[in-house]
């Protein structure tokens, strides 16, 4: 399995709604990381986590809580969102945090507030 | 602090064309430089990978990089382009604790 799978593909949530991202991978890497992408931008890093640890935080809104319960799984939790968050959310995983050997993404979710 | 260059944001090829994607990067040190793939509405995918081996990085689809160190060069070759090349492509340096660092993309669009 060489594939990292994020659902929901697409998601449509209103400002007041409690939603959640889901990344999952089985390529036993221990690094998986968050990035957001708007229209016609390169990808942006908004979370890391190294061994299910979080690592790196990019100053992101707390209205984005990320989640790492095991080490193939990563979740973004998403709360009082406003429009301009509306983006390509990416999730990405490499077998290590050190190690830039290249990371494999996935497809990515469609997230817009409305 | 890195930065990488990519000098088209957009380029057209007609197909059966060559396509060239220019990109420069910043760092003084060696670099570990990528090149992704995006098609619309979809995640990156990785085309190749340059980490201090080969000069000439030959990756998936027909297409190579070449690594010149010289000229803080990492361009992006294909000698015959195709339709399904069409996408946006992004140039990419990974940093200290493989913190990446994309290029502002070029978009590729082939034609007829």
């Known amino acids: 399995d060489t594939e990292v799978t994020q659902t929901p593909k697409h998601l449509v949530m209103g400002m007041t709604n409690k939603k959640s991202l889901k990344c999952e991978q089985h390529m036993g890497h221990r690094a998986m990381y968050w990035y957001k992408q708007k229209a016609k931008k390169p990808p942006e890093l908004m979370f890391v986590y190294s061994y299910e640890k979080l690592s790196i935080n990019e100053s992101v809104p707390s209205r984005f809580s990320p989640e790492c319960p095991n080490s193939s799984l990563l979740n973004l939790h998403l709360h009082a969102l406003q429009p301009e968050d509306s983006a390509l959310y990416l999730c990405?995983?490499?077998?290590?945090?050190?190690?830039?050997?290249?990371?494999?993404f996935g497809s990515g979710t469609r997230l817009t507030v409305v | 602090a890195q930065s990488v260059t990519q000098l088209d944001s957009h380029v057209s090829v007609s197909e059966g064309t060559p396509v060239l994607l220019r990109c420069n990067y910043s760092s003084s040190y060696s670099p570990s430089l990528f090149w992704y793939v995006q098609h619309p509405n979809k995640g990156l995918q990785l085309l190749l990978k340059?980490?201090?081996?080969?000069?000439l990085v030959k990756g998936i689809n027909g297409f190579e990089a070449e690594f010149k160190k010289s000229e803080t060069s990492f361009h992006l070759t294909k000698p015959s382009a195709h339709m399904s090349d069409a996408a946006e492509y992004f140039c990419v340096e990974a940093g200290i604790a493989s913190k990446l660092t994309f290029g502002t993309g070029t978009r590729l669009q082939v034609t007829l």
């Open positions: 340059y980490t201090s081996a080969a000069t």
């Open positions: 990405a995983s490499s077998q290590e945090f050190s190690v830039p050997y290249g990371y494999t």
